[in-house]
Each structure stands twice: as C-alpha cells, then as structure tokens.
C-alpha cells in the first residue's frame, strides 16, 4: 500500500507491512476529518482484504479524532480481530472515555 | 487601478528614458562640439605658424636692406629664392618716410598693391617694428594676400613687402587621409568671417550646417576659421546611443508596465477570490449556525431546578456539527437530559443527530429507563450503513428525592458540582451508539442539595496535542467552588475553555437543583 504525504506530517499515512503472513498496518501523522479524504483508497483497499486478524501499529500517529476512531471501527468490524499497538497515552485515553477497550483492544506495546 | 498603475510605470519609464536620451544627446553633441573646435583651431594653429616664418624671413630681409643701405644685390638674392620657390608672386623693397611709401626694387610680378594704389595707405600704417602687416587684395581675378615688414629699429625706413597668390575660386583641397580630412573649412581674414574677406576655403560658402569658429592672430590682423565636420567625429556610437538608448528604454519601460500590470491583475484577482471565499464562509458558519440553533431544543421549565444550555460553534463550525443537548419533563418531578455527539461534521452529521435525538425522546416518553433507552438507541444507527457512531450521555433527574441516574454510550460523564467540590459522575461507560452491542448499565445515586450537573460534548475540553485528562481537569478546576448564578457560570466556562483553540462545536447544558 503506497503512502500517502509522508513528507507533510499534519497528514495521515497509512502502511502495510508483512502483508502475505498477517497484517500489520501502520498508521502516522494526525488523523483527523481533514486527513482522511487522502486515505480513502488506502482504507477502502485495506476492507477488501480477507477477514484476518488485523495489527495497527500507531507509533508514528499522534492524534485521532472521532472520525479517525470511525475509520478503526470500520477495520475493527470488517476484520476477524484487531490490536492497537504502541498508541501514545493521548490516543489511548481517547479509546478508554469512548468506551471502546473491548473493540479497540490495546494490545502489548 | 491596476490599469492606471501600469500605466504611470510605462509613462515614468518612457518619460525617464526620454531624458536619458535627451542627456545622451546632448553629451554627444558636446563631444562633437568640443572636437570640432578642437580640430579647427588645430588648423587654425597650423596656419597661423606660417605667420611667424614670413615675419622673420621678411624682417631679416629689411634689416640686410638698411644694413647695406638697400644693395639691390643681397634684396635680389632674398627675394629671387622666393619666387623661385612659389612661396611670394611678387617681392618689393620699399622706403617708407613720413610724405609716402616709394618702390626701390621689385621682384616678380608687379604687386597687386602697387597696381590698385593701396600701397600708401597700407605703408602710412607700417611701422619699424616687431609686427607683420597684412593686407588682404581680395577683389578682383587673383587675389592676393600682402604681407610686409619693417626692422624694429627707429632708424631703418626700409619695408619688405611680398604678397602671395590665393588659390584659384580660392577653392583648396584638403587630402581625407589628413589630420584634418574629416573637417570642411573657410578662412577669413579679419575677426569675422565676412564674405568679402575669403581667403580660402575647401568647399562653398558660407558653410552651413554646424559650424565652429574660431578667431586668430595674424600678424597685425586676425584670420577666423570656420570649420565644419563632414562626418561625425565622436564616432558612430556616439552618433547612435541616444537612439539605442531610446529604443533599449522604451523596449524596457513597455515590459515593465505590462508586468506591473500582470502582476496588479493577478493581486486584484487573488483578492477578489480572497473577499468572495471569506465572505462564502461566513454565509456558510451563518448557514451552519442557523441550522445547528433551528435543531437544538428550546429548554423547558423543569420545576424546583434551573436549567440552562449553550452552544458553541468551533473555528472549523462552516458546517453544521453533530452536537446537541435535550431536557425533557417525564412527568412533574422527573426529568430526563441528553447530550450527545454525532462524529464528523456536516449535513449528515446533523441529520443522524435530529433522528437520534427524536428517538430519544421518544423512547424517554414511552417511560423507559435511561439504560434501556441507550440500548434501544443504539439499533437505530447502523454504523456499516454511513461510518459513523455518536457518544451519548444520559441522565434521569429526581427533583425532590435528589436523585441522579446516568448512563453513558461512550460520552463523557458529567461533573457534579456540591459545595466546595467538583468531581466527574462515575460510571460504566460503554462504547458508543452504533459500534456495537454493549449491555448499557445506569448508575444511581443521591446528589447534595443545591447540586450543579455539567454535561458537555468534548469541544470544550479536547486539545490537539493535550491528553483529555488535562482537559477534563481544567473544567473541573474551573467550576469548583462557584457560586455564581447558572447562566453565568455557563458562559464563563463557555469562554474560558473555548478560546481560540476550540476546533471543535461544544455543548454545554446545567442543571442545577434550587434547594
């Protein structure tokens, strides 16, 4: 999966490593209603996969907002199981008010 | 404007150029000038030189004429030499007293002089000195030109007198290869160049055009020189730098108007855009604000409570936001409230909320619990259908008995404000509407009297790059210890907390017990 923007940081990127044995999508920038008209190829090839357990590894993603946590539910229904690794302490909080631990698991960092 | 602009730049250019020109010219015409009168007062000086020899040749001849008492013999020697080399036609000796001039000895040609009858007064003015004496006889087929001279001793009354032949027309030929070939020339005698004074010239006259003069000694005369350049003597450049500058600048003045006013229309384009965008974005935050306020709830009178509400549009607020609040009376004593967020922005956004809105009211009317209102809720909204979910914080209010039920769908809990203190309801919060299937669970519990509830949507405590903590911390901090009237303290928190940063819509609605 191509990344998007990369050299501007406000913006979103989402990337797919070890495709073939699992996935583990990597997410970066601010993902946020602005940024994600930019990932919607990204995020529509990402739902066309087969439901397999699914990793986001957000170590490089310092903020999301409702409609970037809307993007997370969608990956969360669509695949089979899905873990939110290394999200900093502010997306993590943000996943905890929502109310969706149980959905977004946050896995080991 | 950006017209008249571009037009001044291409009128102060042409203008600055035309006298750039201007100067060029006239540098050049003073070059041409200076050279001109350079030249011909060279020639000028080339001319008058000969002067000096044809004193001192004649002189020296007189004085050998006193010194042997006019001998014939040694004034012959003298004056045969110099018919014989062409430079004098005509060589005579002459012995000048007070009552006349007489002939002694004559070499040559007879002496024009002597023919016309000048010859006495020319000679009453001859005198024994230093001088050459000029005459000019001019009129007539060969002009002559006369010179004499007399020994500069008191006693001598001897004069040499010589005159030589001016050319023929008195046209001479000047070789172009010469210093002077560049130059066409008339000379006078005298101090003026009059025409009947012409000693030569090498081309008609008078010499028209632009002409130099200038005027010499020559001997007890004046010769002048009047010169005139055949071609351009500061050199062709000179010649044609006014009009290369004249063309180069107009060339220059041209293209930096029509940049001027390219980039003038460009500017008065980019600010036209400029004013329409901001003044659609205002129409539309007009827009989005009238809609959002048109599908908030008028607040009803609860009996025995206060209840205020406000709503506050964020820097991005040109769409309408998903963000509402509700009260709605049971029955008397009893109030349900509801604040809730629809994520994203726009006019979906808001269409989801009206009907989440509205089946919440409808499911509090029918009488059902606030936890199984939440549950029912969340089947109306089916995330796969249009991505988006909506945290709702619910809340049933026990007027008299103090009591508080709330239930939360992912939304924030509200801040209980008793007395001295603040601190946020506890609570199970389960994930929001539409995400999923969560068993939603009220809790319950009895409020101090006079008791403040604060429920809010997250625009007023969300900031990019800040923890919610931090957020959730500042409101509390802000509302601990208040006593000010409910209305007040609403828009106080209002602006306190939305400043600036808020990107957000946020809500805020009080309630507050009045015993």
Same mark, same amino acid.
């Given at each position: 999966?191509?990344?998007?923007?990369?050299?501007?940081? *406000? &913006?979103?990127?989402?990337?797919?490593?070890?495709?073939?044995?699992?996935?583990?999508?990597?997410?970066?920038?601010?993902?946020?209603v602005a *940024?994600?008209e *930019?990932?919607?190829?990204?995020?529509?090839?990402?739902?066309?996969?087969?439901?397999?357990?699914?990793?986001?590894?957000?170590?490089?993603?310092?903020?999301?907002? *409702?409609?970037?946590?809307?993007?997370?539910?969608?990956?969360?229904?669509?695949?089979?199981?899905?873990?939110?690794?290394?999200?900093?302490?502010?997306? &993590?909080?943000?996943?905890?008010?929502?109310?969706?631990?149980?959905?977004?698991?946050?896995?080991?960092? | 404007?950006p017209?008249?602009?571009?037009?001044?730049?291409?009128? +102060?250019?042409?203008?600055?150029?035309?006298?750039?020109?201007?100067?060029?010219?006239?540098?050049?015409?003073?070059?041409?000038?200076?050279?001109?009168?350079?030249?011909?007062?060279?020639?000028?000086?080339?001319?008058?030189?000969?002067?000096?020899?044809?004193?001192?040749?004649?002189?020296?001849?007189?004085?050998?004429?006193?010194?042997?008492?006019?001998?014939?013999?040694?004034?012959?020697?003298?004056?045969?030499?110099?018919?014989?080399?062409?430079?004098?036609?005509?060589?005579?000796?002459?012995?000048?007293?007070?009552? +006349?001039?007489? =002939?002694?000895?004559?070499?040559?040609?007879?002496?024009?002089?002597?023919?016309?009858?000048?010859?006495?007064?020319?000679?009453?003015?001859?005198?024994?000195?230093?001088?050459?004496?000029?005459?000019?006889?001019?009129?007539?087929?060969?002009?002559?030109?006369?010179?004499?001279?007399?020994?500069?001793?008191?006693?001598?009354?001897?004069?040499?007198?010589?005159?030589?032949?001016?050319?023929?027309?008195?046209?001479?030929?000047?070789?172009?290869?010469?210093?002077?070939?560049?130059?066409?020339?008339?000379?006078?005698?005298?101090?003026?160049?009059?025409?009947?004074?012409?000693?030569?010239?090498?081309?008609?006259?008078?010499?028209?055009?632009?002409?130099?003069?200038?005027?010499?000694?020559?001997?007890?005369?004046?010769?002048?020189?009047? +010169?005139?350049?055949?071609?351009?003597?500061?050199?062709?450049?000179?010649?044609?730098?006014?009009?290369?500058?004249?063309?180069?600048?107009?060339?220059?003045?041209?293209?930096?108007?029509?940049?001027?006013?390219?980039v003038a229309r460009r500017r008065a384009y980019a600010e036209g855009l400029a004013e329409e965008n901001e003044r659609l974005y205002l129409q539309q935050r007009d827009i989005a604000a009238t809609l959002?306020?048109?599908?908030?709830?008028?607040?009803?009178?609860?009996?025995?409570?206060?209840?205020?509400?406000?709503?506050?549009a964020g820097v991005s607020g040109i769409e309408v936001?998903?963000?509402?609040?509700?009260?709605?009376?049971?029955?008397?004593?009893?109030?349900?409230?509801?604040?809730?967020?629809?994520?994203?922005r726009g006019?979906?956004?808001?269409?989801?909320?009206?009907?989440?809105?509205?089946?919440?009211?409808?499911?509090?009317?029918?009488?059902?619990?606030?936890?199984?209102?939440?549950?029912?809720?969340?089947?109306?909204?089916?995330?796969?259908?249009?991505?988006?979910?909506?945290?709702?914080?619910?809340?049933?209010?026990?007027?008299?008995?103090?009591?508080?039920?709330?239930?939360?769908?992912?939304?924030?809990?509200?801040?209980?404000?008793?007395?001295?203190?603040?601190?946020?309801? =506890?609570?199970?919060?389960?994930?929001?509407?539409?995400?999923?299937?969560?068993?939603?669970?009220?809790?319950?519990?009895?409020?101090?009297?006079?008791?403040?509830?604060?429920?809010?949507?997250?625009?007023?405590?969300?900031?990019?790059?800040?923890?919610?903590?931090?957020?959730?911390?500042?409101?509390?901090?802000?509302?601990?210890?208040?006593?000010?009237?409910? =209305?007040?303290?609403?828009?106080?928190?209002?602006?306190?907390?939305?400043?600036?940063?808020?990107e957000?819509?946020?809500?805020?609605?009080?309630?507050?017990?009045?015993?």
């Open positions: 999966m191509a990344e998007v923007d990369e050299d501007e940081q *406000s &913006r979103a990127w989402l990337e797919c490593r070890d495709c073939d044995t699992g996935i583990v999508v990597r997410a970066g920038g601010e993902m946020d *940024s994600l *930019s990932l919607q190829r990204e995020i529509d090839e990402l739902l066309a996969r087969d439901p397999v357990p699914l990793a986001i590894d957000m170590t490089d993603l310092r903020f999301i907002d *409702s409609s970037g946590i809307a993007v997370l539910i969608r990956l969360a229904n669509h695949f089979d199981a899905i873990e939110i690794r290394n999200a900093n302490p502010m997306i &993590r909080r943000v996943i905890q008010v929502l109310g969706l631990e149980t959905r977004l698991p946050l896995g080991p960092d | 404007m017209r008249a602009l571009s037009l001044t730049v291409v009128a +102060g250019g042409l203008v600055l150029m035309f006298a750039l020109t201007w100067v060029a010219s006239v540098v050049y015409r003073h070059d041409n000038d200076r050279l001109l009168t350079q030249q011909v007062r060279q020639v000028g000086l080339t001319l008058t030189s000969d002067v000096a020899v044809i004193q001192s040749e004649l002189s020296d001849a007189a004085e050998v004429a006193n010194a042997t008492n006019a001998n014939p013999s040694s004034f012959d020697r003298f004056s045969n030499a110099h018919i014989a080399s062409k430079s004098f036609v005509s060589v005579s000796l002459w012995r000048v007293s007070a009552s +006349g001039a007489t =002939e002694v000895a004559h070499t040559g040609s007879t002496s024009r002089l002597e023919s016309t009858g000048e010859a006495s007064t020319f000679f009453a003015g001859v005198r024994p000195s230093a001088q050459l004496y000029v005459v000019g006889l001019l009129s007539g087929a060969n002009p002559r030109l006369g010179f004499a001279a007399m020994p500069a001793d008191e006693t001598s009354s001897l004069a040499v007198y010589a005159e030589v032949a001016l050319p023929a027309g008195r046209k001479v030929q000047v070789a172009s290869a010469s210093p002077y070939g560049d130059l066409n020339f008339a000379l006078y005698l005298g101090a003026k160049p009059e025409a009947t004074q012409l000693l030569e010239a090498t081309t008609a006259t008078p010499i028209g055009g632009h002409t130099a003069s200038v005027s010499m000694p020559f001997g007890n005369s004046q010769i002048t020189l009047v +010169g005139a350049a055949t071609r351009d003597l500061a050199g062709g450049l000179s010649t044609a730098l006014p009009w290369i500058v004249l063309a180069v600048g107009c060339a220059i003045a041209l293209a930096s108007g029509s940049i001027v006013e390219y959002q306020h048109a599908l908030l709830p008028a607040l009803p009178v609860v009996d025995g409570m206060d209840v205020a509400a406000r709503y506050a936001g998903g963000d509402w609040y509700d009260v709605v009376v049971t029955r008397p004593g009893r109030c349900v409230f509801v604040v809730g967020d629809v994520s994203g006019l979906h956004a808001a269409t989801t909320m009206a009907a989440l809105r509205h089946a919440i009211r409808a499911y509090v009317m029918q009488g059902d619990d606030v936890a199984t209102v939440l549950a029912k809720v969340g089947a109306t909204l089916t995330f796969d259908d249009d991505h988006r979910f909506a945290t709702v914080v619910i809340g049933e209010i026990d007027v008299a008995n103090h009591r508080l039920t709330v239930a939360s769908a992912g939304h924030f809990m509200p801040l209980l404000i008793a007395g001295e203190s603040a601190a946020f309801v =506890e609570g199970h919060i389960e994930p929001p509407i539409g995400v999923g299937v969560g068993e939603p669970r009220a809790v319950s519990f009895e409020v101090p009297p006079n008791a403040t509830l604060v429920a809010f949507t997250d625009g007023l405590v969300e900031r990019r790059g800040e923890i919610i903590d931090t957020g959730l911390e500042r409101l509390r901090v802000a509302t601990a210890n208040t006593h000010q009237p409910l =209305e007040d303290l609403l828009d106080d928190l209002m602006s306190a907390l939305t400043t600036g940063a808020g957000d819509d946020a809500v805020i609605l009080g309630l507050r017990w009045q015993k």
